[in-house]
């Protein structure tokens, strides 16, 4: 996902690696193709996770992710580097998908939240790598060392047991025991109890489609797309994808790739700390506090802006736009970033878990998509400090959505959050009987 930042230079350099120098709308493409592989991609492999299991369903990201970086590696055009780009968002939309459906599966209850949010933190590890290594490797080393990395996976995953609660939904009891005895270290007691208690607490639902139409299914879908959109539409695929521009906007003097590493870093550091406070804090918690903040980070951006915009001398403040800006992202990896994927593996029913996280995720794919590419008509007809104003009020209102209609899921099990979803239960109940 951090690919392009680094080589975005060199592939609009008269010394592109693939013989053509690329322009700014050829290589916002690049990102593009990736969020349209990714729409498909958690559809294909979202069915495969119901029908033949998590952990296959997990194998054939790999397959993906290696014909990409092949063809990334051996293309000579634009068509040949931008079919590869669709080619990984295949394995990227598979990822966002299943991993948390994966662990939210497999977790108990006190560790769900922080063992969901490591698909974030572990994400941005590699975007961060990405952009440290771009910036002292050549191309073809790059792309190959990102080669090696889903062979290394293939391999790993095929110790991995598969998911329990999937078992269950089958009927397979046996199996589900067995698996859940591995994850548990051999805790017989603590295995059967817990196989048990998936048996008989199943919430029955219609599979497939007509289960999202449920009542609970239904308040949940509506609950999770909104989550996803309060995520995109404050601003962070078009901020993050625009960083050097930013930078270089505030005065900064920095080098682009000094740049992407300094977010990188940031990016990491905040999601090591939603990773050890949201089943600390809670969810709702998180979310409110990282979208107040990140409101009030754009809105300074977009006053300093506006104070440039005028011709107004802003010097004595240009460290304010590169600090609201680095807060911006620490606040986005610490809350709306993670939370929304813990949140959405913990309010489906099993029969229609899967199906729910791929549409959630091809929604999230196509609002990032639509907001990369309309970001910078959007800055030409409002203005940048226009734009951030816009992504401010949105972020305004995700916390009043927040506050008012997510549920706090912290310590519960999966079943009985459902249960009160599907009983259309008071909330504000379910919250104060958290572990």
């Known amino acids: 996902m951090g690919w392009l930042a680094p080589v975005q230079t060199l592939l609009e350099s008269p010394y592109s690696p693939i013989g053509q120098t690329l322009t700014k709308e050829e290589s916002s493409w690049l990102s593009g193709a990736m969020c349209i592989g990714g729409a498909i991609g958690t559809l294909i492999l979202g069915s495969a996770a ?12 790999a397959i993906p992710l290696l014909i990409s970086w092949g063809g990334i590696l051996l ?63 050549t191309w073809s080393q790059l792309n190959a060392v990102c080669l090696v990395i889903p062979m290394v996976f293939l391999c790993v995953i095929a110790f991995v047991p598969e998911s329990p609660a999937w078992f269950v939904s089958k009927g397979r009891i046996p199996e589900a025991r067995k698996s859940m005895l591995w994850l548990r270290a051999n805790d017989e007691a603590t295995s059967d109890a817990e196989i048990d208690r998936m048996a008989s607490n199943q919430v029955k639902v219609k599979v497939g489609f007509r289960g999202l139409w449920e009542p609970g299914c239904q308040k949940a879908l509506l609950l999770s797309c909104t989550l996803l959109a309060v995520q995109q539409f404050s601003g962070v695929f078009a901020i993050l994808t625009y960083t050097v521009e930013l930078f270089a906007e505030s005065g900064s003097q920095l ?41 009030s980070c754009l809105c300074g951006l ?29 606040c986005f990896a610490l809350g709306i970033g993670p939370v929304p994927y813990v949140i959405i593996a913990e309010i489906f029913p099993i029969e229609v878990r899967s199906l729910a996280s791929s549409i959630n995720i091809l929604w999230l794919f196509i609002l990032a998509f639509a907001i990369t590419k309309l970001y910078v008509p959007l800055a030409s007809l409002l ?16 916390v009043v959505f927040t506050f008012f209609f997510i549920p ?13 979803l599907r009983n259309d239960s008071k909330l504000e109940r379910c919250a104060s009987e958290s572990v």
């Open 50 to 61: 119901d029908r033949w299991g998590r952990k296959i369903a997990g194998a054939l990201i």
């Open 255 to 295: 080098s682009p790739y000094l740049c992407t590493i300094i977010v990188g870093s940031l990016q990491l550091f905040g999601s090591y700390l939603a990773c050890s406070l949201i089943d600390r804090l809670g969810r709702k918690v998180l979310l409110i506090a990282s979208l107040s903040i990140m409101g």
């Open 75 to 137: 293309a000579s055009s634009f068509r040949q580097l931008v079919t590869a780009r669709l080619i990984a968002g295949l394995g990227c939309g598979g990822i966002l998908a299943l991993n948390p459906l994966y662990v939210s599966e497999i977790s108990e209850p006190l560790l769900r939240g922080a063992l969901s949010a490591y698909m974030v933190l572990f994400i941005n590890i590699g975007i961060l790598f990405e952009y440290s290594a771009g910036a002292i490797l």
């Open 302 to 330: 977009a006053t300093i802006f506006y104070i440039k915009s005028t011709g107004k001398d802003t010097a004595e403040i240009g460290w304010l736009p590169v600090t609201c800006l680095s807060v911006y992202i620490v």
């Open 408 to 420: 706090e899921t912290k310590g519960r099990r999966v079943e009985d959050i459902i249960k009160d």
């Open 383 to 398: 203005g940048i400090y226009g734009t951030y104003w816009l992504f401010s009020l949105c972020c305004a209102l995700g």
